[in-house]
T-cell receptor, first 110, second 116 residues
Framework: GQNIDQPTEMTATEGAIVQINCTYQ??????LFWYQQHAGEAPTFLSY????GLEEKGRFSSFLSRSKGYSYLLLKELQMKDSASYLC???????????FGSGTKLNVKP | GAVVSQHPSRVICKSGTSVKIECRSL??????MFWYRQFPKQSLMLMAT?????????EQGVEKDKFLINHASLTLSTLTVTSAHPEDSSFYIC????????????FGSGTRLTVV
């Protein structure tokens, strides 16, 4: 089975840096993915990690430690449009299914 | 890039009727399509995996006779909610693997179903 935990809600200031954590326990791991979802819309892909370490993509970076079952998404130079929910998802090894965490709602304030 | 087109975006139906939701991969062949359901302020819950030319596999707790999935071609998968009830009101989203660059999945735009 899958057990994925992330904070429910976070607040940060425009221009700042925010880190969203995700911990997971899984029976079969084949990658950890981060998605952004605005209210009423479908998720959009942000970043993914299969191996340990940091992956950087512009203002977004994601880190993975497989031994600790831990990942984080780092958002730099926050903009108001970054206000959204951020979903952590684990891909299952056997069938490539994605299992999602409950999502972290990020509020960016001026 | 990979695009998954999902229709309708919103639908309101009467209790007891059936609703069909379509997902089409526009520029790639999706041998596998995943169907999710999302209740307000909750995350996406995987309902079933749709495989072209074979029966869908359902996650534990999902009624296969209520949520009929058909994947008749490499570009089309459908989810039919049969005998809908108000508790079936939710956001339904499909996804398929289209962009091999990152291994992630592309999502459809979602269908907001309201059963009255």
């Amino acid at each position: 089975g899958q057990n994925i935990d992330q904070p429910t809600e976070m607040t940060a200031t425009e221009g700042a840096i925010v880190q969203i954590n995700c911990t997971y326990q899984t029976s079969g791991f084949n990658g950890l993915f981060w998605y952004q979802q605005h209210a009423g819309e479908a998720p959009t892909f942000l970043s993914y990690n299969v191996l340990d370490g940091l992956e950087e993509k512009g203002r977004f970076s994601s880190f993975l430690s497989r031994s600790k079952g831990y990942s984080y998404l780092l958002l730099k130079e926050l903009q108001m449009k970054d206000s959204a929910s951020y979903l952590c998802a684990v891909r299952d090894r056997n069938f490539n299914k994605f299992y999602f965490g409950s999502g972290t709602k990020l509020n960016v304030k001026p | 890039g990979a695009v998954v087109s999902q229709h309708p975006s919103r639908v309101i139906c009467k209790s007891g009727t059936s609703v069909k939701i379509e997902c089409r991969s526009l520029d790639f062949q999706a041998t596998t399509m995943f169907w999710y359901r999302q209740f307000p302020k909750q995350s996406l819950m995987l309902m079933a995996t749709s495989n072209e030319g074979s029966k869908a596999t359902y996650e534990q707790g999902v009624e296969k006779d209520k949520f009929l999935i058909n994947h008749a071609s490499l570009t089309l998968s459908t989810l039919t909610v049969t005998s809908a009830h108000p508790e079936d009101s939710s956001f339904y989203i499909c996804s398929a693997r289209g962009d091999r660059g990152h291994g992630g999945y592309t999502f459809g735009s979602g269908t907001r179903l309201t059963v009255v």
